[in-house]
């Protein structure tokens, strides 16, 4: 076949969730000539991953997460990563507003809603380490605002399910910011995938699965299967973007990069209690989020949420963890056997050795009750009834295990961009904090593939238009960060009341 007969596009991007669809977007902006096409395995954009009841809905903003200041051995809190995290989320507030104020992205109301986020917890232990979290973080611009209490008044105007038939002589302390949000990442990617859609030479194709990855002098020849038709194509493309969630592993695999190997990857699956009972639903507005049980890994960290999906409000409390051998909530139980190679069984065994606990915790997870979820959720709302509350699968999670020299390998909770050295391809693995920072990811990525462009006048002024601040501004610049929050929360729409 002549190389005639393949279709040329600049950029691949794989998977129609908030990574590809963030990426296209801010690709087109920066450059409206690029010719780009969004592939997408499902039916439709925004069905694993960024569906809004695949996901906690939290706009991650290191508000509330107490998992990303964890205590050292003297008992100190290191704020970094939330300093990150919070800016980074600023970061991806001033995509969306900049979109919102061109016009053609709908009411921003239809995918970000103000809603407090707090901390909570329990003991005498939990309340000294609140306590100095609260001092360490608060002496920092991004976390001012921020309230602590013991005071159980107060905590119950903050947050009324969760202190009658509490035993009174629990000590407990909490505390609230009141610019938390809670972001439908669904709505969000089909937002920017119609988006794109009315750009030239964009589009998104459904029912497409990626059958081979070629690497050539030109970039890189992508095999395409079409699932309603079975019918085969093949793109040119000069760059290609591997965002499709769990499935992104096995893809990066497929290309033979050697930046991918080594990388291994540990499913695990999630689910949630979810309440619609409008009774119960109206008394609690809030992102209400705890401290993880002894010897459970980060993700499990317990919170029960406002959720506003669709403009219902509904509650839920999670995640519960699963397990399955599945990539994707509609993937193949051979996803995790399949990716196996004798470059990453090593540090898959290492982190099997090293994991029991983990692996422990997932077992206990999987066989408990429904009473015992319930019991769970009553450590938080200690009333609740049976019969409110339903069980509602959430998504898969794919974590990276990658080679570590000390261990072996490392069971690693969070998300990394692997690119190749040439800047021709790049995935993105692993899970939270994700979605709210796929913003600051995407730019990162800008950075390590189109590193001239970027350089240049044009994509210069662009991403100055677009982001008046860097998050690393942010970071250091108080009176810039309350400037452009400010600006962002206008246009966004988020200044109106929080829910009180």
Not at 107 to 125: D, N
Not at 176 to 191: C, P, Q, S
Not at 245 to 255: D, E, F, N, V, W
Not at 341 to 360: H, S, W
């Amino acid at each position: 076949m002549a190389h005639n007969d393949y279709e040329t596009v600049d950029a691949v991007l794989v998977g129609a969730g908030i990574m590809s669809a963030t990426l296209a977007v801010l690709l087109k902006e920066l450059d409206p000539t690029l010719k780009l096409e969004v592939i997408e395995l499902m039916e439709s954009g925004a069905i694993e991953s960024s569906n809004p009841w695949n996901n906690a809905g939290t706009g991650h903003a290191g508000l509330c997460e107490l998992n990303y200041t964890p205590p050292a051995a003297d008992g100190s809190i290191d704020i970094k990563k939330s300093v990150t995290i919070n800016t980074q989320f600023e970061e991806s507030k001033q995509f969306w507003a900049y979109l919102v104020k061109k016009g053609t992205f709908g009411s921003p109301k239809s995918f970000i809603t103000p809603v407090p986020h707090l901390s909570f917890v329990r003991g005498h232990e939990g309340i000294d380490f609140l306590k100095t979290r609260f001092k360490a973080l608060t002496q920092h611009h991004a976390f001012a605002d921020m309230e602590y209490t013991e005071d159980r008044a107060t905590m119950a105007k903050w947050m009324p399910l969760m202190l009658p038939g509490r035993d009174p002589n629990e000590p407990i302390a909490a505390t609230r910011v009141m610019a938390g949000t809670d972001v439908n990442f669904g709505t969000l990617t089909k937002h920017l995938l119609d988006h794109l859609g009315t750009q030239p030479n964009a589009r998104v194709k459904c029912s497409q699965k990626v059958t081979g990855l070629e690497r050539n002098e030109q970039g890189w020849r992508v095999s395409i299967k079409d699932l309603q038709n079975g019918g085969q194509r093949t793109i040119q493309a000069r760059f290609v973007f591997l965002g499709a969630g769990g499935a992104a592993l096995p893809l990066l695999q497929m290309s033979g990069i050697p930046e991918g190997k080594g990388y291994g990857g540990f499913p695990v699956s999630g689910q949630w209690l979810r309440c619609d009972n409008p009774e119960v639903v109206k008394q609690h507005e809030a992102k209400v989020y705890s401290q993880a049980e002894v010897g459970s890994p980060p993700m499990s960290v317990p919170h029960l949420d406002t959720r506003v999906v669709d403009g219902k409000k509904s509650l839920l409390f999670g995640p519960y963890a699963g397990f399955s051998t599945k990539f994707l909530r509609h993937g193949s139980l051979l996803d995790l056997p399949l990716s196996i190679r004798p470059g990453n069984i090593g540090p898959m065994l290492a982190v099997a050795r090293d994991n029991f606990d983990l692996t422990r915790y997932l077992i206990k997870e999987v066989m408990q009750s429904d009473e015992k979820r319930l019991n769970t959720l009553r450590g938080f709302y200690p009333l609740a009834k049976a019969e409110d509350w339903r069980l509602e699968m959430a998504g898969q999670r794919v974590q990276i295990i990658k080679k570590d020299a000390k261990h072996g390998g490392i069971l690693q909770f969070g998300t990394e961009l692997v690119a190749a050295r040439d800047g021709s391809i790049a995935a993105l693995l692993g899970a939270s904090p994700g979605a709210s920072v796929t913003v600051s990811i995407m730019l990162d990525l800008l950075q390590r593939c189109f590193p001239k462009q970027v350089a240049s006048e044009q994509w210069r002024s662009k991403l100055n238009e677009i982001f008046p601040a860097t998050a690393e501004v942010l970071a250091n610049d108080a009176e810039r960060y309350s400037e452009v929050q400010a600006r962002s929360d206008e246009l966004l729409q988020l200044n109106e009341p929080a829910m009180a």
